[in-house]
């Protein structure tokens, strides 16, 4: 099978998301008819029908919708270089792509990075963070998509070299008034009265969190399930149920730096042992890191040390 043609897979995803060739083609700036010769071609190349087509417009085959995952990625790359070479014609010298869970975002990360970027050693490297779940972090970086990640040790990071990062400890947020409240700490059991606020199910905390749950042998009833510890908190406060989260995330919220409302919130820190989580820094090889990279890699970790 020769390259496929990344102008091509443009207009592929292009027709996939609206459902329709004409509106693609007013989108891409390009006539129906050349996208629909482009598609066939495209069929031909591949060998398996990619569309079906039918009055109101067209849909991806099974065969389509794998192509149309593969697109996305390439089409992402492909955007990424260009921003990449771009940045170089505007001074910048480095740019590192780091992906990070929710957790190490809403704690110390931005700062870190903020404080790293206000060298003037390194006033001519740009660094951009993308928000992944633990999992999606550890497939992008082994499948090159990025250099570096930064997110739970406990997920599965066979295969990839690490460096340790800052640590945080879980507890329990619970609103004014309720009974855990008073208490100085509490084990993760003693929560599964109550009914939980949570995060979405691909989270590492979320899945920690099921694990633990399922040993002691008692479930945990979710009344909400938001994506965002903003929310997580809003929901606690409201009192509609109680949340486990980092409680460096409430430390900093009182500083100004962290979630919105926590006014009203109390965080009870939990006594189970994996309640103390060390986040990592991961890449695939280090001695293949970019020279910004490996500068941020190390500036990183230096800041796990002095914490």
């Known amino acids: 099978m020769k390259d496929l043609d990344l102008t091509t897979l443009r207009l592929f995803v292009a027709a996939c998301d609206l459902g329709n060739i004409a509106r693609a083609g007013e989108q891409q700036h390009i006539g129906s008819s050349a996208i629909s010769k482009r598609m066939a071609l495209l069929e031909e190349q591949v060998q398996a029908p990619l569309l ?6 067209v849909a991806p085959t ?5 192509l149309l995952e593969h697109a996305r990625a390439m ?6 270089a260009a921003r990449d070479m ?19 975002i809403a704690e110390s990360l931005p700062d870190d990075i903020a404080a790293f970027l206000q060298k003037p050693e390194h006033a001519q490297i740009r660094v951009d963070i993308e928000e992944l779940t633990s999992s999606e972090i550890i497939r992008s970086i082994r499948e090159g998509l990025a ?18 990062y800052r640590c945080d400890t879980l507890a ?26 949570g995060l979405p199910a691909s989270t590492a905390v979320y899945t920690m969190l099921a694990r633990a749950a399922a040993i002691i042998g008692r479930p945990i009833n979710y009344r909400a399930v938001v994506s965002s510890f903003d929310a997580t908190i809003r929901c606690v406060r409201a009192g509609l149920g109680v949340a486990i989260m980092p409680r460096e995330i409430l430390g900093m919220a009182g500083s100004g730096q962290g979630v919105q409302g926590a006014q009203g919130v109390h965080m009870v820190p939990l006594t189970d042992a994996w309640a103390r989580r060390q986040f990592a820094i991961c890449f695939r090889d280090g001695s293949r890191l970019s020279p910004a990279a490996r500068t ?3 500036y990183l970790a230096g800041c796990a040390q002095a914490g």
Request: proline share 4%.
């Open 75 to 80: 089409l992402a790359s492909a955007d990424r």
């Open 86 to 104: 771009a940045a170089y014609q505007h001074g910048v010298k480095g740019q590192v792509r780091i992906l990070a869970s929710v957790s190490s």
């Open 62 to 66: 099974a065969a389509g919708l794998m």
């Open 296 to 298: 941020l890699v190390d």
């Open 172 to 197: 329990v947020a619970v609103p004014d008034g309720h009974p855990l409240a008073l208490r100085d700490s509490c084990s993760f059991s003693e929560t599964l009265d109550c009914e939980h606020v």
């Open 52 to 57: 079906e087509r039918h009055r109101r417009g």
């Open 147 to 164: 250099l570096v990640g930064v997110c739970w040790n406990a997920a599965d990071l066979e295969g990839l070299q690490t460096l340790p």
